[in-house]
């Protein structure tokens, strides 16, 4: 890595073959490229210090910043323009992007795809296994979740997809499996327990399916 490309605090972390794009900024106690379990359990195995182990970092796009006590582990890819706020944690086999905000205290629980132009505020819990298209807003302390039957019963995870131009409200909560349409909104507080159509509103607990607005037709100007 060429270091006169890119800025990074001394106070932290990259490890693996880690790679860093032009222009992009790492503030403070940032750790990069953090070995995913399988990796991490191989490095204490063989009783290898972790900047001696060779293995897949993670890769930033160009012109990110990567704000403080940020974690990203190893077997992540951001596009570029990525931001994140403070205390991010984003796991290991995430596909990230092109101009995509992750805020403060996100945690993104890996194997996530997410597209380009994607917000998502601070707060917000992402299980594995989940889809998120391009345009689409999350508001704060929303949770996905990717479980139905919590430690009683087997279950192939599998958490919700959001669809292109879908916007979530503030401390919404989106149960395992559902789809949020197209151009679809999901109220602040709301409980989704099934599918919400394209263009369509989701109000409530459990979440009520409502028209949505003339003039709510359009994409997230993300």
């Known amino acids: 890595m060429n270091s006169t490309e890119f800025k990074i605090h001394n106070s932290s972390k990259i490890y693996g073959n880690s790679v860093i794009g032009k222009g992009t900024v790492i503030m403070e106690n940032v750790i990069l490229g953090y070995p995913e379990h399988r990796v991490l359990m191989e490095i204490l195995e063989q009783n290898v210090e972790i900047e001696n182990y060779d293995f897949p970092g993670c890769t930033i796009g160009p012109d990110s910043i990567i704000r403080a006590g940020s974690t990203i582990f190893s077997n992540v890819k951001t596009g570029k323009n990525f931001k994140t706020g403070h205390n991010v944690m984003i796991r ?25 132009n994607v917000s998502i505020q601070g707060n917000v819990y992402i299980p594995t296994n989940v889809v998120i298209e391009d345009h689409v807003f999350i508001g704060p302390c929303a949770v996905l979740a990717n479980d139905k039957y919590p430690i009683r019963k087997k279950y192939d995870l599998k958490g919700p997809i959001l669809r292109k131009g879908s916007s979530i409200g503030a401390n919404a909560t989106l149960l395992p499996g559902i789809e949020i349409g197209e151009g679809a909104m999901v109220a602040g507080g709301a409980l989704v ?4 159509p394209a263009w369509k509103l989701a109000v409530g607990a459990p979440a009520r399916i409502q028209e949505l607005s003339e003039d709510m037709m359009e994409l997230n100007r993300i």
């Not at 290991?92 to 380009?116: F, M, P, Q, R």
């Not at 327990?193 to 919400?196: E, G, I, L, M, P």
């Open 92 to 116: 290991e086999n995430t596909e990230i992007g092109d101009n995509v905000l992750i805020g403060t205290n996100v945690i993104i629980d890996g194997h996530v795809k997410i597209g380009n």
């Open 193 to 196: 327990t099934k599918n919400v």
